[in-house]
DNA sequence: GCAGTTATTATACACTTGAATAATAGTGGC
DNA sequence: GCCACTATTATTCAAGTGTATAATAACTGC
């Protein structure tokens, strides 16, 4: 009868280590392949663990989902220096790994799936959406500003849903299938397309 | 011990009734919640006939993702007169009901969801995305020779790729959070970024 | 070192899952 | 009206599900 050794991990490391094999698991098996066991293994320990860091396994599900949507939008949050360059790099990292990976689409898609079901994710979902468009929207007023063309909060509102929905939706298309992209074909399309949906040039 | 009673129905017409109402389940309940009694108990039949339909429930899944792609696919492929007002009526269709409703976007999610996980949806999501861009291919190549700007194949499949997922994004954005934009907003937006990404008006 | 605390394991439980099987009821052909 | 056919139901099964509980091994403070 002998026990398996094991090690003795500081609660949030341990949090964070269960949160992560949740999200590998949901994105290889998909949401319904993510059960207690399998993220379990993928964590090293055994099952009944989850129960004592998390209230249930939803509860785990909705703050590995909480990580997705922060990992997704912290790296283009926090562009900085000049807005042109803001600007470019917001796009750029928005489209190329690790961002723009199959791993990213499969679990936002995985939650999005559930956005109907469950009205926790539903307000996860909402709160992450209107911060990356709000920061979108500064990005692009001061863009405008600084090109000596300032637009009105109106019409950065416009801008700013044209251009998360171009983003977000060449972003799906990259993680789908990237092999029908050339190599940097979709960041060059993207520059592009802003371009003219803004009537100026991003570079100088 | 007396059975229930019954209607024998023609095979064509089940198998559709078994197929809608898998996609009603999982936009319901999930993909995890779709489970073969609660897609049968929606079917008005019992669990046992789903086996005498398809080989298997996941047969079954992935023919009601066939039927999802056709069904999103459809009515923008279908657009008719004019090329300009096919382009017009493709990004009107795709952004109103009955396309753009929160039950096509968890349908279409869900699916997205598994594409890591299985090839054989994988490849259903493909061509389905192939067969939807090149149609927009050919409708911008048209509206552009019409306009009188021409452009080659390559320019094509740029503005192609920039529009669908700009189509495409805003549909997703839409069909979850509708309520964060005026009647009409979506259609509106669209339809000014496709005239600055093509440096075209769409209007006469 | 040793005792107390608790993170972790191991096991059990009630329930759900997709699938297999056998019985039966509806239907079309004669 | 009866018969053959098969679509449909009812029941069963083994495997897998999330969760509860009790035993125990690993640290902490002294």
Redesign the pocket.
């Known amino acids: 009868?002998?026990?398996?050794?094991?090690?003795?991990?500081p609660?949030g490391e341990?949090r964070q280590e269960l949160i992560e094999a949740t999200l590998d698991c949901i994105s290889e098996f998909g949401l319904k392949?993510?059960?207690?066991?399998?993220i379990?293994v993928r964590a090293?320990?055994?099952?009944?663990?989850?129960?004592?860091?998390f209230d249930?396994?939803?509860q785990m599900v909705a703050e590995a989902y909480r990580a997705v949507i922060a990992s997704l939008t912290e790296k283009a949050k926090n562009v900085e220096g000049e807005p042109t360059t803001r600007l470019k790099d917001f796009i750029a990292i928005n489209l190329t790994e690790p961002v723009a990976d199959s791993r990213s689409v499969s679990l936002w898609a995985a939650f999005i799936s559930q956005v109907r079901v469950d009205p926790v994710l539903a307000e996860i979902h909402r709160e992450g959406y209107l911060a990356f468009r709000n920061a979108l929207q500064d990005l692009l007023s001061d863009f405008l500003a600084a090109k000596g063309k300032p637009a009105s909060p109106e019409e950065c509102r416009r801008y700013a849903i044209a251009i998360n929905g171009l983003v977000d939706g060449l972003w799906v298309e990259g993680c789908l299938a990237g092999d029908l992209f050339r190599e940097g074909e979709l960041v060059s399309i993207a520059m592009a397309s802003v371009e003219a949906l803004l009537g100026l040039p991003i570079e100088e």
Chains 1, 2 share one sequence.
């Open positions: 009868m002998n026990r398996r050794s094991f090690h003795r991990a609660e341990r392949g993510a059960t207690v066991r399998q379990a090293g320990v055994t099952a009944g663990l989850v129960r004592h860091y249930s396994k939803d």
